[in-house]
């Protein structure tokens, strides 16, 4: 039988990387009710994290927090390993734990530039790679998922839209680019499947400084032909669909849920 749409992921289990906040909350949240068990990760935030797991144990989803900064080999190690022990195994990854640290190049520190590599793109391989172990260790379940696992890379329309004064933020999401096509190339004969979802403009703490004054929204809106702002849900719903067998035939491409921001906004009325 069909599974309804509320349990097309039931018996698989997601770790959803900085799940306390933003993009990585609203995902791990549609992923529980979508039926897959979630693993919380968050960086600091601790309390936010366990509310949403106290959350979704009321409403009968199963979820656990963990605590780890994903650019640090051992801890995302450990991660896997009590995704392991509690839930049997790992079957979705979403990596998405970024942040932004900006500043005008000449000005940008060392320190900067590594922070931001460091989460972003060294983040994303350290969490891919030990998914991806555990995957080729299990192999196929056909009465869970046509797949062996997926792997989904929050990207950014700046993987390919250069940013200036974002020389870091934008160099580590060139860097997600190739690092998920080549995982895909990699890994598809292995029944993994790895692709990323490119967010615009969405409206969470990490650009607040931009939507939160007229003239911020004004300048926004002027990038985003679709006339609003994403909202977290936005990329939530790409999430679920990436996760689940609907996309079986889905590798290798980055899904861009951005309002058009990369349709060249500027060009409607020049060139
Ligand atoms: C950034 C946001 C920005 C958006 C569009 C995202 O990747 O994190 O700060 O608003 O791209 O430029």
């Not at 936010?48 to 656990?64: F, Y």
């Not at 004064?165 to 499947?193: C, D, F, W």
Request: proline residues 4%; neutral net charge.
């Amino acid at each position: 039988m069909e599974n309804t749409l509320s349990e097309r992921l039931s018996g698989q289990t997601a770790v959803v990387t900085g799940a306390s906040s933003g993009i990585g909350q609203s995902v791990a949240m549609a992923l529980a009710r979508a039926g897959a068990n979630v693993v919380i990760n968050y960086g600091t935030r601790r309390e936010p994290a366990e509310q949403m797991a106290v959350d979704l144990t009321k409403e009968g989803r199963q979820a656990m927090t963990f605590q780890a900064d994903v650019s640090r080999e051992d801890q995302v190690a450990r991660m896997f390993q009590a995704a392991i022990a509690r839930f049997g195994t790992v079957h979705i990854l979403v990596n998405n734990a970024g942040i932004q640290k900006d500043s005008p190049v000449v000005s940008m520190s060392l320190a900067d530039w590594q922070k931001v590599i460091d989460i972003n793109l060294t983040g994303q391989f350290l969490c891919a790679r030990e998914a991806a172990r555990e995957f080729l260790r299990r192999g196929v379940q056909p009465e869970i998922s046509s797949a062996a696992g997926k792997i989904i890379c929050i990207s950014s329309v700046h993987e390919i839209i250069p940013w200036a004064n974002h020389a870091n933020y934008a160099a580590s999401k060139g860097g997600v680019l190739l690092l998920m096509k080549t995982l895909a190339q990699e890994l598809a004969p292995h029944k993994i499947r790895v692709n990323s979802i490119a967010p615009g403009a969405v409206k969470t703490a990490i650009n607040r400084s931009a939507w939160s004054t007229p003239e911020g929204r004004e300048g926004m809106m002027k990038l985003i032909p679709y006339g609003r702002l994403g909202e977290p849900g936005d990329i939530a719903a790409a999430a679920v669909w990436l996760a689940g067998d609907d996309s079986d035939y889905v590798n290798g491409t980055t899904i861009f849920v951005d309002g058009g921001m990369t349709l060249y906004p500027g060009f409607t009325s020049g060139g």
